[in-house]
C-alpha cells in the first residue's frame, strides 16, 4: 500500500532527448524537504526537470507501505533558460542555482541513470559516511538527534554517539535512517569517543 502516489519524475517526455544548447542544465538545490513541492510546481509552470526517485518500503503495524524518495534528497535537475530558472528561484523553494560546468557529462550520467531505473535495478542512495561526520536521526525513537559517527560497521550500518540529558549513548542504526549534518568534519571521534584533529 503506497503512503503517497508516485509523483512525475521528470517533464517533458522528451526531457532526456532535449539539445543541451537549446535548453542548458542547471541543478535547484531546494530547502529541506522541498525537492517534490518544486518539482510540483515547475510541472505546473512547464520548466523540464528530473528528480529521480527510489521505492522505500516500510512494515508498520502488520502493513506493507511503500513511498517514493528522492534518490538526491534536496537537489533537483533542471533544463532551461535564465527566465525558467528565475521561475524556480521565485517558487521560494530553492535555496540556490548550481551552475553545471560539464553539461554533456551530467546529460550522459543522469541518462544513464534513468536506462538503469527503467531496466528494474533497484536503487539505493550510500552515503559515504566516516568516523567523526555528523548526522541526524531522521526515523524511530531517535528522530531529530544529532550524533556523531564513531565507526562504521560493515556496509549498512553505523554506531553513532548521541547527547541525550548531558550522557552519551551508543547506539546502532541503519544507514538510510541517518542524514549528514556536514560531511568530512575537520574534529574526528576516536573509538574510545576522544576527539582528535586531522
Known amino acids: 500500500m503506497p503512503l503517497l502516489k508516485r509523483e512525475r ?18 541543478v535547484a538545490h531546494t530547502f529541506s524537504r522541498q525537492d517534490k513541492a518544486l518539482a510540483r510546481h515547475l510541472l505546473q509552470l512547464a520548466v523540464p526537470f528530473y528528480l529521480p526517485c527510489r521505492e522505500h518500503r516500510t512494515r508498520r503495524a502488520g502493513r506493507n507501505l511503500s513511498s517514493y524518495l ?11 533558460s ?12 530553492v535555496v540556490k542555482i548550481l551552475e553545471v560546468a560539464d553539461q554533456a557529462l551530467l546529460a550522459r550520467e543522469l541518462l544513464q541513470l534513468r536506462k538503469l531505473k527503467d531496466s528494474g535495478a533497484e536503487m539505493i ?12 536521526v531522521r526515523e524511530g525513537p531517535f528522530k531529530g538527534y544529532t550524533g556523531v559517527v564513531l565507526r562504521s560497521q560493515g556496509r549498512v550500518r553505523l554506531l553513532v554517539s548521541i547527547s541525550m540529558l548531558k550522557q552519551v549513548v551508543a547506539v546502532e542504526f541503519e ?8 560531511l568530512h568534519s575537520p574534529h574526528r571521534v576516536t573509538e574510545r569517543g576522544a576527539v582528535s584533529r586531522v
Request: hydrophobic share 45%.
Open 9 to 26: 519524475e521528470f517533464f517533458p517526455e522528451d526531457f532526456f532527448a532535449i539539445q543541451d544548447s537549446e535548453a542548458p542544465w542547471w
Open 70 to 80: 528522492p534518490l538526491f534528497p534536496g537537489y533537483v535537475f533542471c533544463r532551461g
Open 82 to 93: 535564465a527566465r525558467q530558472r528565475l521561475v524556480a528561484l521565485r517558487s521560494n523553494l
Open 125 to 136: 542512495p550510500y552515503l559515504d559516511l566516516v568516523p567523526g561526520d555528523s548526522v541526524c
Open 175 to 182: 544507514r538510510d535512517v541517518v542524514t549528514p549534518v556536514r
